[in-house]
């Protein structure tokens, strides 16, 4: 039992390592010269995250930029305009610190937010020392507003029923609101839920200023769409509209990293979802057949084939044959043999073909390896075959695996190792993991499997083995 | 004359046959821009398949003999290493190695230790294999045995799998190579391979017809080169 809990936790604690490994692969393949696919996270760190950037230091940054002037205070006000309700409870009490010209900078800078929160008109706010009046009142009666409860509260009553008033109130917080509005997009299942989430997508299309709509006839897999589309805009831009402050920093280091948003993308169920919007799960669901097909068949037939190959070598005395054998077996392995098969072979038989390579080089590599294994000297094949399975098992998973992706690939078969290599080259980092981690998941199974056949054998006489 | 060749012959002979390849290939590439491209493919893969091999025996055969015979953080090691690496089809590896250096030789040195460590665990499972035999042997006993005993008695019983694997770089080189192309997961300003010529959506079926012989040739060759002693 301790030993079985030690292996799955070595098995777990490898699938980490490994994800990790796959991540920095397919990071490192992404940032390579002339790459046209690049990934919507690929503005964040690999791994780690030294400086997170929150809603906070995000504003105080534009503040400062847009005090400063100059061309850097273009983008600034650009980015205050879009940070929004948000950037309000540190760049409004911050005005106090600016000298007199820089506080009505800052001040006309957040006239995009009093529009699109619907407090006031451009024209209002036309100059800076009315924009600036503004919105000093505007904090002093409107400060009370942006506290998490109360939004919080404002968004449960729209969620439940849809009422102007309700929406007009959390506009008028406008991206504070953001973290509230898409807990409460929650689960959508019933013609209910649908018409929560069309609620709340009015309120959250318009202060995100985003083309996402919700028609009235949308039914409940519409719904769905849309939620994710949130979710993942969410997972992208979260951290702009949050406070990093005290665990929260401590964990963005590694959560606002590109390995952070995958996982957590991961743990929201179904793997993630494809560059085409699918689930990355079925994805796997659907290669999986054909590779597992591939796999077992190969090993199943290859593997006794590889044995009865060394021994009807071992016990053929004439020179010639085992010569023959030999070079056979050589020859056959060398994986290339599947563009032979490829030039006969029509379309329809890409399957068996693809079979026959599979199970074919296993057999000839196995019994190459017999053949010159030490053990197979003195004791029967079968013998050999079981002592060795250690070291096989180590080495035949990514020699199998690696045969299995080009006979995918060259017969076009839907499998996971084709699925796997068409989304590293597409940049698909999501598709990348979920088909590259089912088959480390399959590597490291055979090769456990193999490790707990040799223990079991060692029991045994192996020289009684026929 | 029925006794076999001595490991120098053996190797002389084979050195001589690959330069002859190269050699013939070279004269004959002006002829048409198929065997061009044959020749080329074929210096590549003579020199990465040796550079590999180089490289894989100089990291197997440390690497193998400690994690059998030296302490066991070594041996740890190895197999967290081996099962990273192969818990991967190598062939992904490949292609980010490809894509992520800047020349063929660093390329070739990255596959080549990618080799090596595959080749050290089978080492090391034969020397443990061997020792678990052999009543007299002391287990980890490295360090407390004489050197020279090791290397002649231990190793030299032991290298058989990690020839077998030798002989098999150059075909697994062309492998990962042809599905590195076939995926489109080929630098583009790549040296020009025989993957092309296997790999290639709609490959020339002379020069493929001639290169996948090679390859063939190629690791027949070498299996016949890495013939441990004793064995037939």
Known sequence: MRAAIRRLFGIALTLIAVSVGMFWASASYARRAGNEHVSPFAAFPVFFNPHPSGVRDLALNAVQAIAHGGLPAVAARLSLARLGGAALPYVLPALDSLDPRSRERVALALTPVAVRMEVASSEELADGAQALLFWTRFWQDR????????????TTRLAERSIALRREDLIHVDTFALPTLIDALGRV????????????????????????????????????????????????????????????????????????KWLAAVLRGGLGRTQ???????????????????????????????????????????????????????????????????MCAGPSAGLVSAILIVTITTAAWVSRHLARSTMSQSVSPIAAAFSVSAPLGATYPPFVLSAIVLVELIFQLPGLGRTAALSLAAGDVNAWMAASLSLASASLLL???ADLIRPLTAQGDLASLP | MNEPLSAKRRLALAAAGAALLVVLATVLA???????????????????????????????LPLGALAASGPRVIDWVLRFACDMVGSLPTVFVAAVFWAGTSSSTSFVCGLGVLRGLEQAWLLRCEIVRLEAEDPDAVPRGLGRTPLVAFLRRRMSAALGPLFVSASFSVAWLTALDAAVTQAGLRPPNAFATWGVLLGAPDPSPFAALLAAGSVAWLTVALHALFRPPGVA
Request: glycine share 6%.
């Open chain 1, 276 to 342: 085409s919007g699918q689930r990355a799960l079925d994805l796997v669901e659907q290669g999986l057949t054909t590779t597992s097909f591939l796999l077992f068949v190969g090993l199943g037939v290859g593997f006794p084939l590889g044995v009865v190959w060394t021994r009807f070598e071992r016990r053929s005395h004439r020179l010639p044959t085992r010569v023959v054998s030999a070079i056979a077996g050589t020859a056959l392995a060398a994986i290339p043999c599947a563009t032979f098969v490829r």
């Open chain 1, 189 to 260: 299942e019933t013609p209910d839920d649908v018409a929560r989430v069309r609620r709340l997508n009015s309120v959250l299309a318009h202060i995100t200023e985003l083309p996402v709509a919700c028609p009235p006839d949308a039914s409940v897999a519409d719904a769905q769409r849309l939620v994710e589309v949130w979710r993942d805009f969410w997972d992208l831009h979260g951290s702009e509209y949050t406070a990093l402050d005290g665990p929260r920093r401590l964990a963005a280091t590694f959560v606002e990293t590109q390995y952070g």
């Open chain 1, 143 to 154: 400060a009370i507003d942006f506290r998490v409860a109360s939004v919080r509260h404002l």
């Open chain 2, 30 to 60: 002006p002829l048409s821009p198929q065997l061009r491209a044959y020749s080329r493919g074929l210096v590549f893969a003579v020199l990465a398949g040796l550079s590999i091999m180089a490289v894989a025996f100089l990291v197997a």
């Open chain 1, 447 to 449: 090769r456990h499997a």
